[in-house]
């Protein structure tokens, strides 16, 4: 089962921005103890979703060209 770090951390926004340490996100609840915890879990989603698409796009090439001259 894939973690929808996307969801999760719409949730730690909200909850963050209303004031509260619990949250609830695909039938999980977690409260947390602070909300540097909760900053630190909203920045591992980040990384989480950051590692995501950077696995799905291509990577960038370069053409060189020699010219003997």
Excluded: H, N, W
């Excluded at 926004?13 to 999980?28: F, I, R, Y």
């Excluded at 950051?50 to 291509?58: L, M």
């Excluded at 960038?60 to 001259?69: C, G, H, I, L």
């Amino acid at each position: 089962m894939a973690i929808d770090y996307a969801a999760k951390k719409e949730a730690l926004e909200e909850a963050l921005l209303g004031g509260e340490l619990t949250v609830e996100s695909d039938g999980d609840r977690v409260t947390y103890r602070s909300f540097a915890e909760m900053r630190r879990a909203i920045e591992y989603c980040d990384q989480q979703l950051a590692a995501a698409s950077s696995s799905t796009t291509r990577p960038a090439t370069t053409v060189a060209e020699f010219d003997p001259s």
